[in-house]
């Protein structure tokens, strides 16, 4: 699993796409609150366990992490997404559909691929899966249509179809995914995405039964070879971990049931606990498609006037883009960083590694960020995004209904 922020274009060419990347990701946190408040309700061979190598995906110019697995017979590199549900790729014929690094998929070619009904379980689960009931579609297949609509206006519409996927090893027989016809928005050179939520149109409910509801990674830096690793099954043997997991809750019955909730009590800097009335909300997202966590002012704030305290002496820069706490450091060889942890409920203490503490707008430091930013409101809800959990081995127990953390150098070999 990599990055997908390394880009051989200019400089100049880059910031831009990522400004527009970090104002794609503030509206992709306007979309997941209002799916919050709007509180939107195959059988498999193989093996147990399986290994995936995950990377970012900067030479697909999105922030976003990203990883390569076979639908039918064609390899499709795919965004990893745990605020997502459907599964789907751009398909042939295309009415509208943006470039991608892959050829686009052709459902004609394939013998296994299949149609899915619009009578069927599978397209009455969309509406929980995306919050957009399933369709008749025209054709005489009776096929059944899904739209999804996101944050920042980028959008896929096509019909529900089943084919063979093979995920690492693992073959998973009729997996159902969205074959988009019609799509459009900011996903990078990617196929389109992979949705690791909890409806039953997951890919981690449909191999429920093979990997008993777990799945973990570990997300690497943003450099070019740099690649962590997303695993299915409860076989820990693959772990690289450095210190020992430590499990969290997840937040029993939570609105919208689809995304993963944790009580986030508290967070320190050097040491230093934050106290903030927005800790009393009771509930986090955590989500492996948002950039920058998002703290609702009251933490942010408190967080942001501790962080300055500590880190006192060094000059200021201008705010960039979503991010207001900035900092020129292009004089310095070394700066010291006060170390910045997460509690969560059951006593769970998250290190957030150094990778994840900055974000260098400039190559020169001459423009480095506190890689955090405020909501609007106190009413809103908090999202550890993929920059905080950078270097760190995430374990989702959907079974069990937990959450584990251990530091792990991100590397598959």
């Known amino acids: ?213 777990v799945f973990s990674y570990c997300l690497p830096s943003t450099e070019v070879d740099s690649s962590g690793s997303l695993t299915f099954g409860r076989d820990a043997s693959v772990y690289k971990n450095s210190t020992p997991i430590s499990y969290t809750k997840m937040i029993s019955n939570p609105e919208p049931s689809t995304f993963y909730f944790l009580n986030l009590t508290s967070f320190s800097i050097g040491g230093v606990a934050i106290q903030a009335p927005g800790f009393a909300t009771g509930r986090t997202l955590i989500d492996s498609g948002t950039v920058i966590s998002r703290l609702v002012p009251s933490v942010y704030n408190a967080l942001k006037t501790e962080f300055l305290k500590q880190f006192s002496g060094y000059p200021r820069a201008p705010s960039y883009s979503i991010l207001d706490t900035c900092f020129n450091l292009s004089a310095y060889e070394n700066v010291n960083i006060p170390t910045l942890n997460m509690h969560f409920e059951d006593t769970v203490k998250v290190n957030v590694d150094v990778l994840g503490m900055f974000y260098f707008a400039k190559d020169d430091a001459s423009q480095v960020c506190l890689a955090l930013a405020s909501l609007s409101s106190e009413d809103e809800v908090g999202i550890i995004g993929n920059f905080q959990q950078r270097n760190l081995r995430i374990v989702y127990d959907t079974k069990k209904s937990k959450v584990g953390f251990a530091e792990e150098a991100c590397s598959y070999t």
């Open 1 to 213: 699993m990599k990055h997908c922020d390394y880009c051989s274009e200019k400089t100049q060419t880059w910031d831009k796409v990522i400004r527009n990347r970090l104002i794609s990701d503030n509206s992709r946190v306007h979309y997941l609150q209002a799916k919050i408040k709007k509180q939107v309700p195959g059988k498999m061979v193989y093996s147990t366990k399986d290994e995936i190598p995950l990377y970012s995906g900067v030479k697909l110019l999105t922030l976003n992490y990203i990883i390569t697995l076979q639908l039918g017979k064609r390899n499709m590199t795919v965004l990893v997404d745990t605020g997502s549900d459907l599964t789907w790729v751009q398909c042939e014929p295309c009415k509208l559909c943006y470039s991608q690094q892959d050829p686009i998929l052709n459902p004609g070619l394939s013998r296994s691929y299949k149609s899915v009904a619009c009578n069927s379980s599978s397209c009455q689960s969309l509406e929980g899966a995306t919050g957009f009931a399933g369709v008749c579609g025209a054709d005489q297949k009776n096929s059944c249509n899904y739209v999804v609509n996101y944050g920042d206006g980028s959008y896929t519409r096509g019909e529900l179809g089943r084919e063979r996927l093979y995920v690492g090893k693992t073959y998973v027989k009729d997996f159902v995914f969205g074959c988009g016809r019609n799509n459009k928005g900011l996903f990078g050179g990617a196929s389109g995405i992979l949705g690791l939520g909890r409806s039953n149109l997951s890919l981690i409910s449909q191999t429920y039964k093979k990997f008993d509801g």
